[in-house]
């Protein structure tokens, strides 16, 4: 029985020895420090809940697509884990700078506290959503192409979406809620459910777009070999 760790090695997926590979992995790490860095901030909109960090962590979902549907799992997989290890560094980073001797003339040390602290709480969310919640999507995007080849390619998309976005909103929204001030249970519902609805329909909107994406790679990369 072949399962989504084998398939990397069989037609359907390019080898990352490539120009687009690292820097798409580049691009998703950057995406997840930024993510994980305004959502520190609670925002509501009206009776609406969410965080800053919705902002831009939807797109970690799309490039984290892309290195599923033409790389494979197992390299999906280093992405995931090389945005996991930037992200303990910047935490540990931002520690260091909390502790260093402060200049005479700085006056943010308060504020700075409180950043880290919430910082801290929501990369400790943010890394179990993150890798719960991509692995998920990984697997599914290749499990669903072991079955599909090249066909139904919007199947893989929103599937390996509607899945991978319920284990990260659950696991981070657990965590998180603490940290930007959530205390009751209606508004950790609110705030949950709202977030996996949005994160999807992001992805869901944002589609049109990362066909167009995967395509372009896919003729581009001279290694990818088309899945029959």
């Given amino acids: 029985m072949t399962t989504p760790e084998t398939t990397d090695q069989r037609p359907g997926f390019a080898q990352v020895g490539s120009a687009y590979y690292p820097v798409l992995v580049a691009v998703f790490t950057a995406l997840v420090i930024i993510s994980n860095v305004t959502a520190t901030k609670g925002v509501a909109f009206g009776p609406i809940l969410t965080d800053g960090g919705f902002i831009v962590f939807p797109l970690t979902y799309i490039i984290g697509d892309v290195l599923s549907e033409v790389y494979g799992f197992k390299a999906a997989r280093r992405a ?72 139904h390619l919007w199947a893989r998309l929103v599937g390996s979406t509607f899945a991978g976005q319920l284990g990260d909103t659950l696991v981070f929204c657990s965590i998180a809620a603490g940290a930007i001030g959530i205390t009751t249970f209606h508004d950790f519902a609110v705030y949950t459910a709202l977030g996996w609805l949005y994160k999807t329909a992001v992805e869901v909107v944002f589609l049109p777009v990362t066909y167009r994406v995967i395509a372009v790679i896919k003729r581009r990369e001279p290694t990818y070999e088309p899945a029959v």
């Fill in 80 to 151: 995931i884990i090389l945005g996991f290890s930037m992200n303990v560094l910047a935490a540990a980073a931002f520690w260091v700078t909390l502790y260093l001797p402060a200049a005479d003339f700085y006056e943010n040390q308060a504020a700075l506290e409180n950043v880290v602290h919430a910082y801290t709480q929501l990369i400790v969310a943010g890394l179990a959503g993150f890798l719960v919640g991509q692995t998920i999507n990984a697997w599914v995007v290749v499990a669903i192409k072991e079955r599909t080849k090249e066909k």
